[in-house]
């Protein structure tokens, strides 16, 4: 998952199913899926990994060393 930014195109937000429109504050799924950066932060916050403090998924996946 991204950090926040200014959407420049329109398209769907994957949380809330609704339109995303150019200047709205947005973060990138990654593969093409974005969400609004409300929805994002509001209904799932992004879940830290317990070993480097990461946002998940990261290079450790969550192991111990």
């Known amino acids: 998952m991204s950090a926040p930014f200014v959407a420049r195109f329109h398209g769907t937000c994957t949380d809330c199913e609704e339109h995303i429109a150019p200047g709205e504050r947005i973060v990138s799924l990654g593969d093409g899926e974005y969400e609004h950066a409300t929805c994002r ?3 799932r916050p992004a879940e830290t990994c317990p070993t480097c ?3 998940m ?3 450790c996946e969550g192991t111990t060393p």
């Open 41 to 43: 932060t509001v209904d």
């Open 53 to 55: 403090w990461l946002t």
């Open 57 to 59: 998924p990261c290079d």
